[in-house]
């Protein structure tokens, strides 16, 4: 927890970079700086201690000389009650306490295997120092030294000459003098840098808060604002320094993407006023050219074909009224009626395909039958649709572009696709018009549609019309093909909301 805050604060992360190497910094010149006075009141005391066992020692060995017992007892007892001396004993050769204050455990041999004597005794002899601080049970620290007495000649009156030593001269200073001061210099060390450091901490962590913090949090809920949608947003520039510049170029920013998505959005109004003239012009372009193929089917229906009928009609007279006419003349009479009649066909074929005449009166699936079949009349081609799913007429426009559509697929089949089997599908689901032409012919590969080479009819041309006829309404014209596995065209066209069929 504590270290994915840290991750997640940029406070905190500057207090632990630039704080904890101050503080480890300050630790050691505060440990060594302790060492080095501890050092320095040790080498004190014992300066102290050696002038203080001196002077001692030139004290008793006095009295020693002049054989003086019971001054050299009072002497022992007057030096113990100095404030430094925690306690003062002559110790024979063999450990015997000879002297002490009071006359206190005179005749005890000392036991050189208590833990306060270990600190010299566990050493050889010859590396045992003449003075060790020593922790006294109940006692606290003590600086112990222990000097030799050695048998001068002044001594042998008293002492065998073969004695090197006539004893030892133990003597404890209380380490209190020197111990309060080092607790006192410790805590210093410790106490003024842990003030130091929280200080400098407050006062570094409110100015970097003020200066350095507080505008990257403004700059961050900039960022996030403008990252949710509010392009408007601007950071305020409090400094000249990086993080003002930063903000500067963060504004100059926002301002450019701010302007680029104002062209956009006119050019998207643009391109939508467009696209809408460009779809009502389609409209109206569809809608003039069924108009004229309306026109162009009447008139060739009214004009040419009522000719042609005529024509017909008065051969038919010709013949009735000629009756011994020659072999020759009844022959050419009959091919002209003959031709008469193909072409008044191929005129009504004409017309059919201009405008087909069931389209208006009886709707989209009869004209998409009627057109098939009169297609592949006489192909064997089975043509099975189905029309049940389209329950309702739709949009006038909109039957003719899909009407269109189909007879342009269906013209297709015909001519390229060799398919033994087409499969017609007409619906309405969800508001959408759905309609399929389905062939089992040769098939053909749909990325050649826009790869076709100069000089060969561009086949992708009659796709793009189709696509073309359908997007006044949004909606798409799909090809699946593979050859040898036949095509699939799909059709989907979304209703208008407020249609009403027609």
């Known amino acids: ?146 000097n030799p007495i050695e048998n001068r000649p002044e001594c042998h009156a008293c002492h065998e000459p073969t004695q090197s030593l006539n004893g030892l001269l133990l003597i404890d200073l209380a380490m209190t003098s020197v111990d309060d001061p080092l607790a006192i210099d410790l805590r210093e060390h410790v106490l003024w840098p842990a003030l130091t450091i929280a200080l400098v901490m407050l006062m570094t962590v409110l100015f970097v808060s003020r200066f350095v913090i507080r505008p990257v949090q403004t700059i961050r809920e900039t960022v996030g604002q403008f990252g949710l949608g509010q392009a408007d947003v601007e950071t305020p520039v409090r400094s000249p320094d990086e993080i003002g510049r930063l903000a500067e170029s963060i504004n100059a920013m926002t301002h450019r993407i701010h302007a680029e998505e104002q062209e956009n959005l006119n050019l998207s109004d643009q391109l939508q006023a467009q696209a809408e003239a460009r779809r009502q012009l389609l409209l109206r372009l569809t809608t003039a050219q069924e108009e004229e193929r309306r026109r162009v089917a009447r008139d060739l229906h009214d004009d040419l074909g009522q000719d042609l009928a005529g024509a017909a009609m008065q051969l038919e007279v010709i013949a009735q009224e000629e009756p011994g006419a020659s072999p020759k003349a009844k022959r050419a009479l009959e091919r002209a009626r003959v031709l008469i009649a193909d072409a008044t066909d191929r005129i009504y074929g004409v017309i059919l395909s201009l405008r087909p005449a069931g389209l208006d009166d009886l709707g989209l699936a009869p004209a998409i039958r009627a057109h098939a079949e009169r297609l592949f009349e006489d192909t064997g081609v089975q043509i099975e649709i189905d029309a049940d799913g389209l329950t309702e007429r739709l949009p006038s426009e909109m039957e003719t572009a899909i009407f269109r559509i189909f007879q342009e697929g269906l013209s297709n089949v015909h001519r390229h696709g060799r398919a033994r089997q087409i499969r017609l599908h007409m619906r309405l689901t969800g508001g959408i018009f759905e309609g399929e032409i389905i062939d089992d012919g040769v098939g053909f590969d749909v990325q050649s549609l826009a790869q076709t080479p100069p000089g060969v009819e561009m086949r992708g041309l009659g796709l793009l019309g189709m696509q073309e006829r359908v997007s006044p309404w949004g909606g798409e014209v799909q090809i699946a093909s593979v050859p040898g596995q036949g095509t699939r065209l799909t059709v989907r066209i979304p209703l208008p909301e407020s249609s009403d069929g027609r």
Do not use: W
């Not at 904890?20 to 006075?37: D, E, K, T, V």
């Not at 004993?89 to 000879?98: F, H, N, Q, S, Y």
């Open 1 to 146: 927890m504590i270290l994915h805050a840290i991750r997640r604060s940029l406070r905190a992360k500057f207090a632990l970079g630039f704080f904890l190497p101050l503080i480890a910094l300050l630790g050691l010149s505060s440990y060594f700086q302790f060492a080095r006075h501890e050092e320095a009141h040790r080498e004190a005391l014992l300066l102290l201690a050696s002038q203080t066992t001196q002077a001692v020692e030139n004290s008793l060995r006095n009295e020693m000389l002049n054989r003086n017992l019971e001054g050299l007892q009072h002497t022992i007892d007057a030096i113990s009650e100095g404030e430094a001396i925690d306690a003062i004993a002559i110790l024979d050769p063999a450990g015997r306490v000879a002297m002490a204050p009071g006359r206190e455990n005179v005749g005890q041999i000392l036991d050189n295997g208590d833990p306060t004597c270990q600190p010299c005794h566990r050493l050889p002899p010859e590396e045992r120092p003449n003075s060790v601080i020593v922790d006294l049970p109940g006692e606290g620290r003590v600086f112990r030294s222990m």
